[in-house]
């Protein structure tokens, strides 16, 4: 078992130098513009598969990193350089941590490099999940799967929404209800392959941060996927759906409230991904306090830089506090999660709250630092705000996130 360090070693830094670089030179000077265009930054994608960053390779070494800090360490630096490009870079990892969470190795090694594509021609993907009566409910999810016996294929009908990349990936990865009389439980996750007849985009969302990502719903009717397009196979999901047929019989976790680790496809999906989600976060949070800090002694009031003011460094004190604070959490969750540490605190769900309030905590007192000057879009502060805010709605909601909480440190099945 790897011993947890806040020391990440050389290769680990030198990965961090670099992602920095990449995010000072190429993301920071083109952030503003692809913020109003609100568009997918197809070259700012191409130039990070150019150089290595957005290929399956590159994440799969971090995620595999034994120190568990790769992921952390390589978000916080791709959001510190703009949130809406770094989500347009990362998008994708969702849907392969998805296939990576519940398909077999042959299923990962499939999909993988096509929801990536080449440096030359540059690919994306797309996890489906919400829809626009579940959210946060999962087990209200009504996108269907059947199957097709006679011809080994699943047919999806539904509509999807919130979906980062949806509709314009070339994989999406799609959660629907296989048995609605088990809820969650009754769920499963299928690759959608490029080109599948009957799926389209529907509605594009106009946002109010993260503009650079592309979100839109996901309309699916009558898509056909082969058998072999459903993560972890049939086998698997036949024992799985029987076992929990034989819970709600005898009135245990297997119904609408059931919540077993690994039991449901999106959530073990979301389960894997907060930490990173965090790590997000943090890399805005951060980037805030470098441009108030900076502000704060460089710009003079009444005949002496504002930092001199209690009221103003107090709150960069606090600032940095809460940031730093927050990295530990995700680091501890992702250090666990590496090193196969159970959640029995729900630290994942800990460190995504935390983080996600820290952004919009810190980003807020960084407006108010630079005063008038923090509300205009000649600085960065403003956009950072506004991208912030996503970080206590996405992959569970801050709310969401203390009931997981509150659930894992009673015991009790708190609603």
Sequence with gaps: MSTFSLDPGEDQLAVRDWLHGFAADVMRPAAAEWDEREETPWPIIQEAARIGIYSPDFYAQQYFDPSGVGI??????????????????????????????????????????????????????AFCSSEPDAGSDVSALRTRAVYDQAKDEWVLD?????????GIA?????????????????????????????????????????????????????????????????????????????????????????RAKGANAAMATFEASRPAVGAQAIG????????????????????????????????????????????????????????????????????????????????????QILGGNGYTREYPVERMHRDSAIYSIFEGTSEIQRLVIARSISGLPIR
């Design 72 to 125: 952390p360490i390589a978000m916080e630096e791709l959001f510190w350089g703009d949130a809406g490009l770094g989500l347009a870079i990362v998008g994708t990892t969702l849907a392969a941590v998805a296939v990576l969470a519940n398909g077999t190795a042959e299923q990962i090694g499939t999909w993988a490099p096509q929801m990536f594509g080449t440096p030359d021609d540059v690919k994306l993907a």
């Design 284 to 367: 805005i949070a951060r980037a805030a306090y470098e441009v108030a800090l900076d502000y704060a002694k460089t710009r003079v009031q009444f005949g002496r830089p504002i930092i001199d003011n209690q009221g103003v460094a107090f709150t960069l004190a606090d600032m940095k506090t809460r940031i730093d604070a927050a990295r530990l959490l995700v680091w501890r969750a992702s250090w666990m999660a590496a090193t196969n540490q159970p959640f029995t605190s729900a630290e994942g769900s800990m460190s995504k709250l935390y983080a996600g309030e820290t952004a919009k905590w810190v980003t807020a007192q960084a407006m």
């Design 158 to 166: 539904g509509t999807k929404t919130w979906a980062t990349n949806g």
């Design 170 to 258: 070339a994989v999406h990865v799609v959660v629907a209800t296989v048995d609605p009389a088990l809820g969650a439980r009754g769920q499963a996750s299928f690759v959608v392959p490029p080109g599948t007849p009957g799926l389209s985009q529907g509605q594009k969302f106009k946002k109010h941060g993260i503009r650079a990502s592309h979100t839109a719903e996901v309309v699916l009717d009558g898509v056909r996927v082969p058998g072999h397009c459903l993560l972890g196979g049939k086998e698997k999901l036949d024992a799985r759906l029987a076992r929990a047929r034989e819970q709600a019989a005898q009135g245990g976790a297997g119904g609408q409230g059931g």
